[in-house]
């Protein structure tokens, strides 16, 4: 896992959940896919908007329709798998060891700590890269054909965007792209702050469970974010808001 982390940036255990829980962690996700909130627009890689004063090929305005649903914490059932395996002090210094890290803390946001991203027939998830530092994700139910994740490891780096890598992907130029399958049950971890990502559009439906882990203890999203991403927050939220940022950035 580690090499292959800094390798590429982006690791799969195959079967980490066994093949007996399938059929229950598949009725899991599925059985709240109902409640996603859904959000859909035209993306850039950066999720940027337009810069008229670039060329019209600019990366930074080659734009793509983007849809994307979440299903917030608060709907995971309590006794249920994800819940459980979230929580769980094995499988988070699992993942801390995965990404060298000393410490790693479930999220204190009543909302985005386990989330479940729901892809129905049709959505779209372009390229783009991330603004967190790493992904924590198990695919729940894979769809009939397609949805591979595409990734390109380290096409930008701090300093560089590289937009002519950049732009010779968006164009289909295939030589710097990987191709990971995922089965129902493997874990993914997913370093996409310098490796443009996508999802390949399939048929059928995709669900992923999404695990989040910050640095510092008592992580709470911002009221703007958790409003994009659930189309609601609670009042931890709000409480949050009041009090600074340890970082001192945005988000
Ligand atoms: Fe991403």
Redesign the pocket.
Known sequence: MREALNDKGCARIDGFIRSEYHDRLEAEVAGIADKAHFSHGQITPYFNNDEPSLPEDHTRRRFSAFSNAFVAMDWFPENGLCLGLYRHPAFQRFVTDCLEETQLYTFDDPLAGVVANIMPEGSSLPW?Y?TNEF?VSLLTKKPLSGGEFEYCPDLREPGDEHYDDVKNVLDGQRDKVKTLSLELGDLQIFK?RFSM?RVVEGKGERHTAIFGYAKEPGFIGRVERTQQVHGRVLQAHIDAEQNARSDGLDD
């Open positions: 783009h991330d992904i996409g990502h």
